[in-house]
């Protein structure tokens, strides 16, 4: 009886407990939704604006090497690869692009889930029972879990559909990497185009702005007296107008095309990122002897066919739609799942409290299939969509290649009238100056042909801009990769210095250079010596293998040209002086040879072998790009 009153007593605090912490919970969550509908719009305000003005004014400009000197047209492009904001933009979304991909692949990985918790209730759970065989209801309540208990567990979990569509969704997402890279390519490309087009035009009012100023300030000298000999009816009031009406007709022409070439160098300056209120002068340069018309338009539009970004995206986007393809089919087959875990309870109510699990299931929506002809031929017109797309944008390429070309063509004859104009036009201000004589219609047709000379000049450098921009076009429709995409590591100098050579063989041989991504790549056959271990050596491969392929350079065992890797060490003085020797024979019978000191400790790891071949291969990597005549 005692007992019993004390059992009661008990449930009677644990039930008053349990109203008391409902209760609690109850107005916590109401405080919760109170506050939450009290939050009211706060506008950002006029400190932030400026404080984020401020950040990123500081950031577009951060890192950027100052202007010591006139900026040529090389330093100009290695410039705008470094420090232009639309290619960073680009290069990040590449970045974001890989990550993604990263983070894909790890989607395919099994499931490993560990959990813990605590439960608590207000009351016991538990019920009464009624026999199955004879219906007797058992009226007295029991319960087998307590009140208050902590729960732990892991759980191992693999399901064979899940693992397919995983697959499938890293693919892709490493296609959108490699989107992202040709997109990439196509901003370094407009980059070389627009460079080129805003440092002719620049450079060509640089050159003439002395001339226009001394002609402006004549001719504005020659305006007031024209006006003057007018007034005081020195000479016809008709000649005065007509002298009149040709001096301003001359300065109009002038003032517009100084204004269109000297806005070039605002373009060139925003391509480049140059800080505001720093000013910079462009570097002279001669007028190099612009490359012939190209006249194999077949090969040129096979070239643009292989080489354009755009056409590179499209079968990229081709074999998405394919995994796409797939992972709707193999969402129609069952899913396996496997799974085992270990779990703990601390019921004390329980006969065990500790015990493994493990499962193995079969899952099979059948009402999928009623989809799959629809499915099927949702594919089938995707995929005609994504060829009609592909010969839209093939034959914009063939439309833009032939163009480009007779533009071209067109610029050249252009600059060549121009220039035979300016010729004239300098001939005949010269002429004019010589026979110059003290009357005021003498001196006013001076100005007049020195004007003209310098708007012929004018139009003279801006026919040679435009005659390079039309190349920069046709060198861009073609897909021309302005220079490897190693050059992330250079700093400007160096950069600079493989500009240089890159535009000076484009203007050598232009239109025969070959893409990055096209022909034949140099391939070698990696052969280590004075490494014994046989494990080491695989990891060595795959290491010089990955690094090599970074750069264009290919690994065939069967038919690459044989570079020896190797290594000799040897301690002293507690250390182990190390060296790697590169050995390769070239094309024309010569052999080639470049040697890689450096310090190690006395018993590295593994892994530091394998950096050594890295810095060693860094370190000669331009070298070998020599001996293997590679861009």
């Known amino acids: 009886m005692k007992e019993n009153q004390k059992m009661n007593v008990g449930s009677a605090k644990a039930g008053l407990a349990g109203n008391l912490f409902s209760r609690t919970v109850l107005v916590l969550a109401v405080a919760a939704v109170m506050a939450g509908c009290s939050v009211a719009p706060k506008a950002v305000t006029q400190e932030e604006v400026r404080e984020r003005v401020k950040n990123d004014t500081a950031r577009m400009y951060t890192d950027q090497a100052p202007i010591s000197g006139p900026i040529s047209m090389e330093e100009a492009v290695a410039r705008a690869l470094k420090y232009n904001l639309d290619y960073r933009l680009k290069k990040m979304e590449s970045a974001l692009a890989l ?56 759980e191992f979990s693999w399901n064979a559909l899940d693992f397919g569509v995983s697959y499938y969704r890293a693919r892709q997402q490493a296609d959108q990497f490699l989107i992202a890279e040709e997109r990439r390519r196509k901003v370094v490309q407009n980059l070389l185009q627009d460079v080129r087009a805003a440092y002719w035009r620049a450079l060509g009012a640089q050159r003439l702005n002395a001339q226009a100023d001394d002609v402006l300030q004549r001719a504005s000298l020659a305006l007031t007296r024209s006006r003057e000999a007018e007034t005081q009816k020195i000479i016809p009031p008709g000649l005065a107008l007509a002298y009149q009406r040709a001096l301003l007709d001359a300065t109009t022409l002038l003032n517009q095309r100084r204004q269109d070439l000297e806005f070039a160098k605002r373009e060139l300056a925003a391509l480049m990122s140059v800080p505001p209120g720093v000013d910079f002068q462009v570097a002279e340069a001669p007028e190099a002897t612009l490359p012939a018309a190209p006249r194999d338009l077949l090969k040129l539009e096979e070239l643009a066919l292989l080489q354009r970004p755009e056409l590179r995206e499209e079968d990229l986007r081709k074999r998405i739609s394919a995994d796409e393809a797939r992972k709707l089919v193999l969402s129609l087959l069952p899913g396996i799942s496997l799974s ?8 004390n109510l329980l006969f065990n409290n500790s015990w493994s699990e493990g499962g193995l299931s079969l899952a099979w929506n059948l009402m999928r299939l009623v989809s799959y002809p629809s499915m099927k031929q949702n594919q089938a017109f995707q995929a005609e969509t994504d060829q009609a797309r592909r010969m839209a944008l093939s034959m914009a390429v063939l439309t833009q290649a032939r163009v480009g070309a007779e533009r071209y063509r067109m610029a050249l004859e252009d600059f060549r009238l121009a220039d035979q104009a300016a010729q004239v036009d300098n001939r005949l201000a010269a002429y004019t100056r010589a026979s110059v004589t003290a009357k005021l219609d003498s001196e006013l047709e001076a100005i ?55 535009l000076k063989a484009t203007e050598q041989d232009a239109f025969a250079l070959s893409s990055n991504l096209f022909g034949r790549a140099p391939s070698v056959q990696i052969k280590l010596a004075g490494i014994s271990d046989p494990v080491q050596q695989v990891r060595m491969r795959a290491v010089a293998t990955e690094l090599l392929a970074r750069h264009h350079i290919e690994v065939d065992a069967q038919q690459g040209t044989p570079l020896e890797l190797a290594f000799e060490s040897g301690l002293s003085n507690g250390l182990q002086r190390a060296s790697w020797t590169l050995n390769l024979q070239d094309d024309q019978g010569q052999a080639q040879q470049a040697r890689f000191a450096t310090t190690l400790p006395a018993d590295p790891r593994a892994s530091v072998y394998d950096a050594s071949l890295v810095a060693a291969l860094n370190a000669h990597l331009t070298d070998l790009k020599q001996w293997l005549k590679v861009e």
Do not use: K, W
């Open 99 to 154: 990550g993604l991909s990263e983070s894909a692949s790890h989607d395919m990985l099994p499931q490993l889930v560990a959990s813990a918790g605590y439960r608590d209730r207000s009351n016991f759970t538990g019920g009464t029972s009624i026999g199955i065989l004879d219906g007797e209801v058992s009226t007295r309540p029991t319960s087998s879990d307590e009140r208050s208990r902590t729960l732990r567990g892991i």
């Open 448 to 502: 007049c042909t020195q004007a003209r000379a310098v708007l012929g000049g004018y139009q003279r450098a801006n026919a040679y801009a435009n005659a390079h921009i039309a190349f920069g076009r046709l060198y861009n429709s073609l897909g021309f990769d302005p220079i490897a995409d190693d050059f992330e590591a250079n700093d400007l100098a160096e950069l600079t210095r493989r500009v240089g050579a890159h």
């Open 340 to 347: 085992y875990g270990r779990q703990y309870d601390s019921n």
